[in-house]
């Protein structure tokens, strides 16, 4: 199970992994808490304080979402199978 963890990490991210990465630094849920401070005495802000739960909610389901687009493999990054030889008409014939 390490080696496949090791392997996950180690591959080339893609457009989609790297959009899922910075979703998730954006919408973590410790930045919720700061945003409502930072915001403190502001309209915004005691707007954010009174629905403060469904913030939480909300940059959780987020989150959890950017964590996914990050880890997730890309159907793109598989190796593709190579064709094999053509057949010659020849070796039909034994």
């Known amino acids: 199970m390490l080696e496949s963890i090791r392997a996950t990490l180690r591959r080339e991210m893609t457009g989609r992994n790297k959009a899922g990465a910075i979703l998730a630094i954006l919408t973590c849920p410790c930045h919720a808490a700061m945003l409502v401070i930072v915001l403190a005495g502001t309209a ?3 707007f954010l304080a009174a629905i403060q ?20 493999r ?17 070796d039909d014939h034994v």
Do not use: D
């Not at 739960?53 to 987020?62: E, M, S």
């Not at 199978?81 to 053509?86: H, K, N, T, V």
């Open 44 to 46: 915004v802000g005691s």
């Open 53 to 72: 739960a469904y913030l939480y909610l909300g940059f959780t389901l987020v989150f959890a979402v950017g964590l996914w687009l990050m880890v997730r």
């Open 74 to 90: 890309s159907n793109t990054a598989c190796e593709i199978p190579q064709p094999s030889a053509p057949r010659r008409a020849s």
